[in-house]
């Protein structure tokens, strides 16, 4: 009787077990099906991607950044103008300075009173004079370049040779403002040309920090023209080569090309999580999860995308979507895990499309402003409307990237303002006061300058 209950005991143990085994087996065999399909899956996102043209990997992003077509090459001549501006030498030279100075005061007061910096910014600008040169050389040859970066660093990638062109934008700026000051208005031009130049040095460049320099740099650009323009006796066909520069970028475009290339670098975290921090190595469900975490991301890259190449109201919307798909991807706790990865990777494309979308209301503001400055070269009195600008002055009435609407102009006091709505997409008749979100505004008004 013992050794018959003994017998059933064991069989029970070898019933249990077995039926223990296969289950795991059952379970590895869904794990090892589910990976197989979110490999499948993510497979079929590359081959997606790379029949639409866009880069996948490190070596693939490095072939897709190049100079345009019939461009010539200033990129030695921005490196060597501009790095002996990122130095302490230059920053103690000019810590008093206006504009390039920790010290220096905030603004420049207008041509025609006096400048108490001005001197010292002269001498500075002649202990430069190099410098200043290499980077009128770089103008003359369309300012276009292509930076060493190496792409394998991934979201670590560092940037010192986009960063310093800043450096040197602050310097043609001054240049700008003690030309003005000399009363040499073509001189001026010159210094201007620079200012909207140096940026396409970056124009071409694949990364959201690259892109964000540029509008920078572009920003400071229009800034300064439209601090000069109510000042400087600049003839008609000077004004139509102002014009012609504030035209020149396509930000929708250089938009999309850094959030190209930002998609790569945030797809090699997925390979290489160590690129980020040592230590993300070590947090659970990366193995496990990895191809579906990445999944995700490129999911969510890719609507944005196709919104950049459809409009600024498009790119706005799917700005939106893909933040909200992840907030609700990423609600659970198991899921915060899954994706945890492209939480802390996805960039900030809100953001980046806010400044974008910014930077091209400026630029169409400042052509506004420059051509009501022709008018008022032609006739004596800015206009009353912005239609009649076009077609002698503007060639149609420039639309508000916010939302699609034209641009709105006024005469205030005597002087032209321009204004788009802003990311808020109301029309708070170019004075946005304490709000959050102000309208984007441009004025001639020397008292009222943004």
Known sequence: MGEQKSKRGRNVTIALAAIGLAGFLILCAGILTWRASSKAKLEKQLDRMRANGQPTTAAELSKHYVIPAGAEDATQLWIDACTPLDTEQFRLAGTDLP?????????IPPPGTPWKEQAAVQQLLNTYADSMQLMHQATALGGYARFDHDFTQGIALLLPNVLSLRSGARLLKLEAHTNAHRGDPAACLQSLEAMFTIGRGVENDPILVSQLVMIALDSMAVQTTVELLPHLQ???????????????????????????????????????????????????????????DQSLYLELMGDFIEGTQVSWAESFR??????????EATKSPLNRIRYMLTTLVFPAIDAVITAGARADSYAKLTDVLIAAQRYKLAKSEYPKTIEELVPTYLPSVPIDPHDNAPVRYAL??????????????????????????????????PEKED
């Open 412 to 445: 205030r006091d005597g002087y032209p303002i321009a204004w788009c709505v802003g990311i808020d997409m109301v029309d708070d008749g170019g004075i946005g006061g304490d709000k959050a979100e102000p309208d984007v505004t441009l004025t001639l008004n």
């Open 99 to 107: 504009i390039v100075g920790a010290n220096g005061p905030l603004e």
């Open 234 to 292: 600049w003839n008609d066909s000077q004004l139509q080569r102002l014009q012609e520069l504030t035209r020149r970028t396509n930000y929708l475009a250089t938009v999309r090309n850094s959030i190209l290339g930002q998609q790569v670098l945030g797809r090699l975290a997925f390979d290489n999580p160590a690129l980020m921090d040592e230590e993300i190595t070590q947090l659970p469900g990366l193995p496990l999860f990895g191809n579906e």
């Open 318 to 327: 799917a700005a939106g979507s893909a933040q909200t798909k992840l907030t």
